[in-house]
């Protein structure tokens, strides 16, 4: 389903690759993304993530920063040069406000406890998801949320969420 598919009012947890598409202009996902995102600030829609979500994106954002500053280096390559060479990071400077940027987006971010996370251990055995995105599902889980913004296919095995994906058209939901 698309972004236009959520009935307005909805729920939604919102994965770190949307807000990665919204960030990185040059993505064919960002007009759906910007959207969507402008629509959770509007409160067409209640958009919840959380902390590790965030850190997850502003992450990412570093590594392409970091890839468009070092032209010879390639991102996947990127943590192990900067093992080598730490003053890189020093260097990098946009993907600092991406926290304070998602902030303005008006979700509710939630910090999962340690018991969240003992429990999201379980989301991996159920659906063979990886450890972020198992935090996720359980988060998801609590407070019964059931859908999801995010193009990672690999939720499309779980059987308790409606999975919401950016189209590559400028499509506007809500």
């Given at each position: 389903?698309?972004?236009?598919d ?38 067409d ?7 590790l ?33 730490p ?66 296919s690999d939720?499309?095995?779980?059987d ?6 950016p ?8």
């Amino acid at each position: 389903m698309f972004f236009s598919d959520l009935e307005s009012g909805s729920s939604i947890f919102v994965d770190a690759n949307i807000f990665v598409y919204h960030f990185s202009k040059r993505s064919r996902f960002n007009p759906a993304s910007t959207n969507f995102l402008e629509c959770v600030e509007k409160r067409d829609f209640i958009g919840v993530t959380s902390t590790l979500v965030v850190q997850e994106a502003t992450h990412r954002m570093m590594i392409m920063e970091a890839a468009g500053i070092l032209a010879n280096i390639k991102a996947k390559d990127y943590v192990k040069y900067r093992k080598a060479n730490p003053d890189i990071s020093k260097r990098l400077e946009n993907h600092r406000v991406i926290p304070e940027k998602i902030a303005f987006f008006n979700l509710e971010i939630i910090s999962p406890d340690i018991t969240t996370i003992v429990r999201s251990q379980q989301m991996k055995r159920r659906y063979g998801v990886l450890s972020n995105d198992a935090l996720s599902l359980q988060i998801m889980e609590d407070l019964k949320i059931n859908n999801l913004a995010s193009n990672d296919s690999d939720f499309e095995r779980v059987d308790f969420i409606k999975l919401y994906k950016p189209s590559v058209s400028t499509e506007s939901p809500g």
